[in-house]
Structure formats: C-alpha cells, structure tokens
C-alpha cells in the first residue's frame, strides 16, 4: 500500500509575511538531512510537509532523521488514498487493521481542506467510523476515551488516513539558518552540548570551540569532544569545531596565580578567545553551558567575574535548570553515554582544592595582570585547529 510521511510544523505558522522564508529554510534542512539517506521527494502544502520515500524499507530511517529537524512537531506515516469515500474506507480498514483489535476503544477524526469533496468532515467520520466498526466487530466506539484516533485528511492531490498514536514527536524549535549563528563553548561534558542542542533548536547555526590542554588532556578527550560535536551536528548539519591549544596558559596560570583563583582566571581566558573567534566567523554570541549555583565557579559572583570580559552576549540556557533535568535532556538528545566517558577536561586538570565562591572582579584582574594576557591569546589563537566535523 502506497505510504507517505506527513510532518507538521509549529511556531513557523506564527511568522505572518516571513512565513515563506522560513517554510523555505525547513524544506531545504529537511532535504538535506534526507541527501545520504533515501531518494526522497519533499513538497510543502497547507502546513504540512509531505515526504515521499521511493524505497518503502526506508521510511522508518526517514522518520527518523525527520525527527531530528528542528521545526517539526509531529511526523507520522499515512496511507494514501485516492479522494473517493469507497476507497478511504477500504484503505484504512486495511491500513489500521494491527491498530483496531482487542477490544479497541475508536473514534475517527475528519479534515478536509478540498471543500469540493462531497461529504463534509461529521458525514466523513460518520461513514468511515461505521464501515470500520461494522468489518472490526470487536472494537468499540468511544468519541470521549479511544485508544485510536483515525485519523482522515482530504487534502489537495490525495486523502491521508493515519492513526493518530502513532505520530512521533519532533524537535519543535526554528529550522537552523534562521537566526543567524552563535559559538558555543564545548567541552567534554555533560551541560554543555546540551546548551548547545537548546540554543541550536531556536534556528540559530551553531560553531564549536574546544579548549584543549595537550598532554593533560589526552588524545581520546580530543575525539570524545568531535563526537560530541557529531551528536549535535545530527541536528544541525556540519559543525565548524576550533580546538584551541591551552596547555601554555593553565601552566603559566597554575605557576603565577594564586591557586583559589585558578579556575576563574581560566575561565575568563576561555571567553576573551572565543570572543575573538566568534568575531572572526561572524558568530553573534557565546554559548556555555553553566547553570546557577552547581559548582563554584557558577556562583552570581563567580558568573559576574567570568562574563564580564566579554561584550558579546553569552547564552547560558542552563541557567535555571537542576542537574538532574540536563541530564534527562542529555538523554534525550543523545549525548549523555558519551559525555560520561571518563576522560579529562582541561578544567580538572589544574583545580583549586578551595575555590573561591565569591569572588570580587578587581581580585581576579589582580591575579590575572601577573600574566601577558594579549601575547598568551594570541598565541593560544595562531594554534588554532579547524575540524569540520558531520553529523555521526
Ligand atoms: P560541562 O558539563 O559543559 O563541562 P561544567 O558543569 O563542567 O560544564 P564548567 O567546567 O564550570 O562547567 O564550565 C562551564 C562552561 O564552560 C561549560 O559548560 C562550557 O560551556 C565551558 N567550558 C568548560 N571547559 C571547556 C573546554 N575545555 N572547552 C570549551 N568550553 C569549556
Ligand atoms: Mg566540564
């Protein structure tokens, strides 16, 4: 039976005049996650997105890139039927027929957009839930409590008839490349790839950049970082990943700053050079992945003396979230297996055994003037590595 995936958009149909533009921007995302994957065509109408896959052992492949791209809000298979009343009962007798067992609690749903259709939405509902409940005596209709909606779309070319429990759930969010391009601060754990994922799903492009402190940090934290990179980029196609050489300015922190200031002074080196890189690819904002008050150095004050460095606007998405419910997004998203692996960050290379937990920016600047601070970036940026890393 001829099958099609019909994927709904959400906060796009609030866009008034910029709607088309940014219909436009989901289609591309949506043909260019499916490029590698199935010969595929993809049209939009009405508000919905139509996916054809030439070879039916593709679609749940399909499926299930489809419920990667940022827009979507529900993706489901339908079975298609040509636009004659006979023919949506005998197709969804058939289609449904795994869905209307056992005792099933029904009730059918009508939509029909083509007004020149014979019957109206109450009069299709009325012909199709009678045929099914005559040819499935044992299921049961119920238009308060039913276990399967089904679902009828007469639209313009064909009819659709799909149960409505097997939709999927999509990413919701803004299709990537509507709102410009922001870098997010990646290191190998938990929080930030997940700051990333959030900041990426409101349509915005994200870069990466990686502080690495060779050979602190070793080799496999380095590839645990692209893969984590890869994960996201399932959302968001290439990533731009810069990894920044970071050994030189940890040692010369550890050997000339007081230990309790290890971590902010650190901390601030990070956001001045990826302000620089940001700049330089014409990237709009930072990213980080801090949320209050879980660990010292994401105290008010400890946040306050880290972003004050910066004039580029720093997105903490975080911020408000416990830890428990950035892990459940880890989960979700994908990254959690990868971002316990055990390996080091350069954070916990060098860590104060008595960070301070209030810290006054005119201590922390005091600190850190023991260090050439421009002649270290700059150094830290003429050793920048550009990996561009896809989606794994
Ligand atoms: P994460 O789980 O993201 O590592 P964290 O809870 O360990 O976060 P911190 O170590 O305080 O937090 O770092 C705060 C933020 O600084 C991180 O979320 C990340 O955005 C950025 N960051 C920390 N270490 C690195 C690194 N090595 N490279 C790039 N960004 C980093
Ligand atoms: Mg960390």
């Known amino acids: 039976?001829?099958?099609?995936?019909?994927?709904?958009?959400?906060?796009?149909?609030?866009?008034?005049?910029?709607?088309?533009?940014?219909?436009?921007?989901?289609?591309?995302?949506?043909?260019?996650?499916?490029?590698?994957?199935?010969?595929?065509?993809v049209r939009l109408a009405q508000a919905t997105v139509y996916v054809e896959v030439f070879d039916e052992d593709k679609i749940d492949i399909v499926m299930e890139r489809l419920s990667?791209?940022?827009?979507?809000?529900?993706?489901?298979?339908a079975a298609v039927c040509s636009k004659d009343i006979e023919n949506i009962k005998l197709k969804a007798r058939e289609y449904l027929k795994s869905d209307l067992n056992d005792g099933k609690r029904f009730k059918v749903e009508a939509k029909r957009s083509d007004k020149l259709f014979p019957l109206?939405?109450?009069?299709?509902?009325?012909?199709?839930?009678?045929?099914?409940?005559?040819?499935?005596?044992?299921?049961?209709?119920d238009v308060h409590n039913p276990d399967v909606t089904v679902k009828v779309e007469v639209r313009d070319f064909d009819a659709y008839v799909y149960a409505d429990e097997n939709k999927i759930q999509g990413q919701g969010g803004m299709p990537i490349?509507?709102?410009?391009?922001?870098?997010?601060?990646?290191?190998?754990?938990?929080?930030?790839?997940?700051a990333g994922h959030m900041i990426s799903k409101r349509g915005v492009e994200i870069d990466a950049v990686n502080f690495f402190s060779f050979p602190y940090t070793s080799e496999r934290a380095k590839e645990k970082v692209i893969e984590l990179a890869g994960i996201i980029a399932q959302y968001t196609s290439k990533i731009n990943l810069y990894i920044v050489p970071f050994t030189e300015i940890q040692i010369q922190i550890r050997d000339k700053c007081p230990e309790e200031h290890l971590t902010l002074v650190m901390r601030r080196f990070m956001m001045r050079i990826a302000e620089r890189i940001a700049q330089k690819h014409k990237s709009r904002a930072l990213i980080?992945?801090?949320s209050v008050g879980q660990v010292a150095s994401q105290t008010l004050a400890a946040l306050d003396v880290t972003n004050s460095?910066?004039?580029?606007?720093?997105?903490?998405?975080?911020?408000?979230m416990d830890k428990q419910e950035?892990?459940?997004?880890?989960?979700?998203?994908g990254t959690y297996e990868t971002s316990i692996l055990p390996y080091e960050d350069c954070c916990t290379v060098f860590t104060p055994r008595h960070p301070t937990t209030n810290p006054k920016r005119e201590n922390i600047i005091k600190s850190e003037n023991k260090l050439d601070i421009e002649a270290l970036i700059e150094e830290a940026l003429a050793g920048v590595e550009l990996i561009e890393v896809y989606p794994n």
């Open 68 to 77: 990667k791209v940022f827009g979507l809000v529900t993706i489901v298979r």
């Open 177 to 194: 490349g509507t709102g410009s391009k922001a870098t997010l601060l990646l290191s190998g754990g938990i929080d930030s790839p997940v």
């Open 1 to 41: 039976m001829k099958e099609i995936i019909l994927a709904k958009y959400g906060e796009i149909i609030l866009k008034g005049g910029n709607r088309p533009r940014f219909e436009s921007i989901l289609i591309n995302n949506i043909r260019n996650s499916l490029k590698n994957v199935a010969e595929t065509k």
């Open 309 to 320: 460095v910066v004039d580029i606007p720093i997105l903490q998405p975080l911020i408000g």
């Open 120 to 141: 109206n939405s109450p009069q299709i509902c009325v012909e199709v839930g009678g045929y099914l409940d005559d040819e499935f005596p044992e299921i049961i209709v």
């Open 288 to 290: 980080t992945g801090e």
């Open 326 to 333: 950035i892990i459940d997004r880890s989960h979700a998203i």
